[in-house]
Structures are given as structure tokens and as C-alpha cells.
């Protein structure tokens, strides 16, 4: 029996080789960064970067790409720095904080953030990059904040699936530590994303890539970086601007280069990568299938548009309604087993375009919107769902404080109880 080709050999490589992308995060965030992660894609090592859409500097990177730049969409949620915001170009109440623009931190957000709103916002941030002609190679999330919620995982796919793009998965965290199987997950629906990516970050990555370098094994391996320009700009932005001025230096030294030429590993992009997404899904839906798009030649399926754009988008938007209820109701199993026994503070019940919802928080550390037939938790039996559900809609009780969302004192408080297998 013959084995499966590894993403090497779907890109046209032995499966002993190895295959490196050097990819860039934050551009847009600042024109530092554009200034950085163009040098480094143009005269560095660097193959491949993802723009961050919401970013204040996103227009003026989107206006310096050219056709040969290998962009993908850094999915935003966060505005991590205290003196430098922005927010959803959606406007998404939950996706706001107190402070103007996203959540600084990522259990502000889980707390918060309605997935459907989540949905929209970053549907609309990968529209928009379209809108100004970035020709988007891939999906990479700002902070991991969607990749290891099952919460949110489930956007995640629905995005790439639907835009066929490949996306950013570490794989250092076992589906065991993630609380579902995450890899197994995108696998099932041919989302292709790299063999090796380790998510750990931090500012000045010298020491860690020429590490992951030296010990690279076969396949494709990403390594990310954040590289920006010495400007006053960037120094007054963060302390971390230090990291990121040394990741440039680091972009365009020999020594990175060398390392690459010494472990004899090949250069690639995300580009590749999508190309072969796609035309494996042209392999399974030929011509005669209903959902096939009316030409598969390889020019095609590196470009969204012309015959084969939009005919794709909708046999991706077709395969992923087919399989989305069983990957949906493996995510609301891990979601509830994260949630397990969890005490339950506070509530929100809101309508938006006539769809009545609720939001639980959940031990401060996420926020589960749930539709009134939503089987992960029966309202009726826990006093704290059931207050949330009879309060009106009203600005007070939209508040992020669980004092003030309608929900009774401290003694109402539930414990959630399993309510499916």
C-alpha cells in the first residue's frame, strides 16, 4: 500500500528535503514595520509576511506590495500595546475594549468576544486585503489568539476553507495540551499548513531561529520573525522595538543565510503552499462535478480571480457546509470539557438583526455566545443563564462588568452541569 505524499512531495520535493519559510508578522502594524518587513522579503532572507489588516499602517503596506511579495493576512483580535490602538474595521461590539480598540490581552478577549462577530470581522479583514489588491497567500492568526480555542478554532477553518488558503498551525502543542485535535481537525479538511512551526515568540529572535535552523528536519518548517526599521517611530511605539530592529539586522545577515545553504534547505513561500491546496481540491471536483470550477490549469490556482476565482470560493464555501456540523460538534465538545465544572459569573443577552443570543462568562476567561437551541448548555436548569435570558437588552446590562449585567448576587452563581455526552 502506498503511502500518503508528504507536503514535500505535493510541492515537488523528495520528502527527505528540507523546506523553509521565513515568514514576517506585523506588517502594517506601523511604518516602521513596512519599511522592516519589505527589506527583509526584498533583500533578505525572508520569504514570505502577513499583513495586519485593522493596523493603522495597513493601507500604506497594502499600497507598497507588488505581485512577487508573498502576503497573507495576519487575522487581528488584539491591540497588544497600552499607547499604540486600533480596533475591527467591523466596528464588532464584543471585539472592543474599555480602553478604545481591540482587547490588549487575549483573556480580555476570550472573556468577551462574540464568534460570530469574530467571524464577520475577520472575513471582512481578509475581504479587504483583497479589496486592495494584495494577492493573499495565506492565513496566520496575531497572538495564536484563534488557533488553540475551540471556540474560535472553528472560525479559523470555516476561513480557509472558504477562501482556500492555508494556514499557520504550531505543531510543539500535542491536540492533548490543546484540548482537541487541531491538526487532525484542518487535515480532515484538506487545509494544508506546515509540518513544523513552533508558536513561542519573543522580541530579538537571533538565538531561537539559528537554533530551528540547526536542527530543521524534512518537510516544510515556518520560522517566523518581526522585523522593523530603526526609527523614532518604532523606539517610542514599545520596549520591545529592540527585538524587532535586531530581527531585520538578523533578516538581512549572512550568517542567516548561510545557515539556510549549510543545513541545505530550500527557500519556499506561503504561495507554494496554496498552489497546492488548491489544485488538489481541482483534482477531487473534475469537470464534470457540480462544484468544479470551470478551469484548473495552474495559472489558475494562484489567483483568486478570472474563471476560476469565484467558481473555487464557492466549491470551498459548499465542501465546508457539508462537513462544518461534525467539526463544529467535536469544537462544543472540547469547548465544553474546557468548561467543565467551571463556575459561571456573569451574563448578556443581546439581539442583533432580529437573532435573539446569550453570552455566559465563564470563569473570567471566556465568552461563549449561545443561540437558544444551542445544545452545549440548557439555560432553563442554571439560574445564572436563566436571569441572563428574561433581562432586557438595555446598555447597563451590555456592560463587561458581571455587576452589571443583570445577573442576580453571589448566591445565584451555577455550576454548569453536563448537558450532552
Known sequence: MTADPTLAERLGYDRETRLVIISCDDLGLSHAANLGVYQALREGCATAASLMVPAPWAAHAA?????????GVHLTL?????????????????????????????????EHADHREVLRELR?????????????????????????????FDVYLDLAVEFSLPIRLPSTITAEQAGFPFRELAAEEDVVFP???DHDWRAGSTERVLTAIDQLEPGVTEIHIQPAADTPEVRAMTDDSAG?????????????????????????????????????????????SRRAPTSCRPDDVSDRGGEFGQRLVD??????????????????DAAHERHRGVEVTGGHVGGRNGEHHIGIIVARHSFVFLGDDDPVLDAAAHPVLAAARSTPDTPANSSRSPSSAGIGPASERARIQSSHG
Request: a positive charge.
Open 63 to 71: 499600497a507598497q506590495a507588488t505581485p512577487d511579495d508573498d502576503l
Open 78 to 110: 488584539n491591540a497588544e500595546h497600552a499607547l499604540y490602538r486600533w480596533g475591527p474595521i467591523t466596528q464588532a461590539p464584543s471585539l472592543l475594549s474599555g480602553e478604545g480598540g481591540f482587547p490588549r490581552t487575549l483573556e480580555d478577549l476570550w
Open 124 to 152: 471582512a479583514q481578509v475581504e479587504r486585503a483583497y479589496a486592495w489588491g494584495i494577492d493573499v497567500t495565506h492565513l496566520a492568526p496575531h497572538l495564536s489568539a484563534i488557533t488553540l480555542r475551540p471556540e474560535f
Open 195 to 197: 509540518d513544523h512551526f
Open 244 to 288: 524587532w530592529i535586531a530581527d531585520l539586522d538578523l533578516a538581512l545577515s549572512r550568517e542567516l543565510c548561510a545557515g539556510l545553504e549549510e543545513r541545505k534547505a530550500v527557500s519556499i513561500g506561503y504561495r507554494e503552499l496554496r498552489n497546492a491546496m488548491r489544485a488538489a481540491r481541482c483534482a477531487r471536483h473534475p469537470r464534470s
Open 315 to 332: 466549491a470551498a464555501r459548499l465542501q465546508g457546509r457539508k462537513n462544518r456540523p461534525t467539526r463544529t460538534r467535536r469544537l462544543e
